[in-house]
């Protein structure tokens, strides 16, 4: 019986190992992480492998900053970004060279380059 138990879980651990390698190749989403401080979008400038699509992933760390909506404007997004909750924004490929993205307010902002 505990055999079968230790058999499980070595199972469970190499099921899990497998779906870690998958988000490791190349084909998996691309994540660009950016989080909202007082000093506003960090980074500012973010670089993804061109050719591919990505997924931003905003998580806003502060309520000292107008930053509480992100907006896309080559998507036609406007997402609102509650405090520590990461907001995940998919970006397909091709949509722009440079993608800009600026706060509700259009004073904070940032770019995310493909190279
Ligand atoms: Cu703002």
């Known amino acids: 019986m ?49 050719g ?13 900053t107008c930053a509480k909506e ?3 404007p080559a998507l036609n997004e406007r997402r609102t970004l509650p405090l520590n909750q990461a907001v995940r924004i998919n970006v397909p490929n091709g949509v722009a060279d440079t993608l800009n993205y600026i706060c509700g307010m259009h004073m904070l902002g940032g770019t995310v380059a493909a190279k």
């Open 52 to 64: 591919q699509a990505f997924t931003l992933v905003v998580t806003r760390k502060t309520d000292q």
């Open 70 to 72: 992100i907006l896309i």
């Open 2 to 50: 505990r055999l079968a138990l230790v058999l499980l879980a070595l199972v469970a651990v190499i099921a899990m190992a497998g779906c870690n390698q998958e988000q490791k190749s190349p084909a998996g989403p691309q994540l660009v992480r950016l989080a909202v401080t007082d000093r506003g979008f960090e980074p500012p400038r973010a670089e993804v492998p061109r």
